[in-house]
């Protein structure tokens, strides 16, 4: 698996995000000073609206002090002008509650009262009941001395309107030059923000473009021209592609397939010249076989036309051994030279069949020298192997087993027999190595006897491979073939000098 430092996608991913972040980048810049800009405008236009506000104001009390010059005449009061001047300070009011529904900021907010308190001082002063009384009044006649005092209150009040006006058009005027001051800067910023990233932003990019073009490009071009080599039939081409990553472990993995490709291959010419060998083998076994059994048969009649024990009889016996011996040999090769077909399955008690083997075993004289320890299972068991095909595997194991052990002290030979789950098998990973069946019959063979070296033991289930002096190499292969015929396995595990144990695994039918 490529670390994820190397990975190709997280390398992409991370070029993707450094063009995406240098071209984003002057793009939030960009947008946000744009906002700054349009914020900046809004204020100023808003200022500018509060000043002309302000500016109506400042007018409104300018005319109201041009009607109070001639609102007040030597008989009292002019009755129209006091009517236009109520009509005035009635607008003043509805100015000002313009400007507070705008919303003012923390400075001005303190012309603005001082402004309302003005122009409501100077609402109570015109509104005051003796005053309005008199003035509207049929005779029109006000005393002088309230004339006097609300002729004069009246005139400040309205000075002080007009200088708070100006007051707060300057300060308004000073907002709009900042907010405008404000906006030419962020679009400024923008600006030179933008005519330095993007240039930088477009670089990034051409790098990440040729990043992609080394990382993807290249690795998939030496793979299409080492496929194209495959299928030219030059298995020697060897794919180079440097670092980590997807690409490299794919290379790795076809020069792998390349290696093992020239292997198999080599191995298919060898299994050919094994299978002509073998039917060679197997022609040869089928003419061999007819002229030892013919040998075989005068042999047997001479030896029982003899008379008594003799020289002769040995000879003739020992001529029968000979070709009972080549016969095996025949037998085995024409085993291993043609595919095992498998036998129909059996409902067989293992135990029984193990207690059958042992009985031939005793009667052959290769278990009075050892102790036999028995605990298989018994009972009937639906299994996918025939019975004769069991007792030959069972047969072929014990038999090795009790020859190794005849020269030992204190030999003894344990069987063991159960059921188990396919999961569970021992050692690990034969489960990947058999049929699919749910639970296996497994037999386990166990002497204590001189054991078998590593280089004896992986050679153990090949054709002719033996460490008898009088064997022939064939029995465990044929055992092997026909457990593996049957969905099974045989498994062998030694320890020199710690004795050696054989496991037969068989499937359950389901």
């Not at 003796?130 to 000075?159: D, F, K, N, Q």
């Not at 007009?162 to 001051?181: M, Q, W």
């Not at 009972?324 to 037998?331: A, E, F, G, L, N």
């Not at 077909?341 to 293992?350: A, D, H």
Request: hydrophobic share 45%; proline share 5%.
């Amino acid at each position: 698996m490529a670390s994820d430092r190397g990975s190709i996608s997280v390398r992409l991913a991370v070029g993707l995000a450094l063009a995406l972040g240098v071209l984003g980048a002057p793009l939030l810049i960009t947008l946000d000073r744009l906002a700054a800009v349009r914020r900046a405008t809004e204020q100023a236009a808003s200022y500018v609206q509060l000043r002309h506000q302000v500016v109506l104001m400042s007018k409104t009390g300018e005319d109201m002090l041009a009607i109070h010059s001639g609102l007040w005449t030597p008989e009292g009061v002019d009755r129209s002008k006091w009517d236009e001047f109520r009509l005035h300070t009635q607008s003043l009011e509805h100015l000002l509650d313009s400007m507070w529904a705008r919303g003012i900021e923390k400075h001005e907010i303190t012309y603005l009262n001082e402004l309302s308190s003005s122009a409501e001082a100077l609402h109570d002063l015109i509104s005051e009941p003796t005053l309005r009384a008199r003035i509207e009044a049929p005779e029109g006649e006000v005393p002088p001395e309230l004339l006097a005092r609300t002729r004069t209150r009246s005139r400040e009040l309205l000075e002080r309107i007009v200088e708070l006006c100006e007051y707060l058009a300057s300060s308004f005027d000073i907002r709009t030059v900042h907010a405008a001051a404000q906006a030419g800067e962020a679009w400024t910023v923008s600006v030179a923000t933008s005519r330095i990233v993007f240039p930088f932003a477009l670089l990034v990019s051409f790098l990440v473009i040729y990043y992609v073009h080394r990382s993807i490009t290249r690795p998939v071009s030496a793979l299409v021209q080492g496929t194209k080599a495959l299928t030219r039939g030059d298995l020697t081409e060897h794919i180079d592609v440097t670092g980590y990553g997807e690409f490299s472990e794919l290379a790795d993995s076809f020069n792998q397939m390349a290696r093992a490709l020239v292997t198999n291959q080599k191995q298919l010419v060898e299994a050919e010249k094994l299978a002509v060998v073998g039917r060679l083998a197997a022609g040869m076994a089928h003419e061999i076989n007819n002229p030892i059994t013919v040998i075989m048969g005068y042999t047997k009649m001479l030896e029982n036309g003899l008379q008594g024990d003799g020289p002769a009889r040995e000879q003739l016996r020992s001529i029968a051994q000979e070709a009972q011996q080549c016969k095996s040999i025949i037998s085995g090769l024409l085993d291993l030279s043609r595919p095992l077909e498998r036998t129909p399955g059996e409902v067989i008690n293992p135990n029984k069949v193990v207690a059958e083997v042992l009985n031939m075993a005793q009667a052959m004289q290769l278990t009075e020298r050892v102790r036999i320890e028995k605990a298989v299972i018994d009972r009937p068991l639906p299994l996918t192997i025939g019975r004769s095909r069991l007792r030959q595997i069972i047969l072929n194991i014990i038999r090795n087993a009790l020859e190794v052990l005849q020269d030992g002290r204190d030999a003894c030979l344990r069987l063991e027999g159960y059921v188990r789950p396919r999961d569970k098998l021992e050692p690990a990973g034969l489960a990947e190595r058999v049929s699919a069946s749910k639970s296996f019959l497994v037999l386990v063979f166990t002497d204590n006897g001189p054991g078998m070296p590593p280089e004896h033991l992986k050679h153990l289930f090949e054709p002719f491979f033996t460490t008898k002096p009088d064997g022939i190499g064939l029995g465990l292969a044929i055992c092997h073939n026909i457990a593996a015929a049957h969905g099974g396995f045989i498994d062998a595990q030694s320890v020199r000098g710690s004795g050696t144990t054989f496991t037969v695994g068989l499937p359950l039918a389901e």
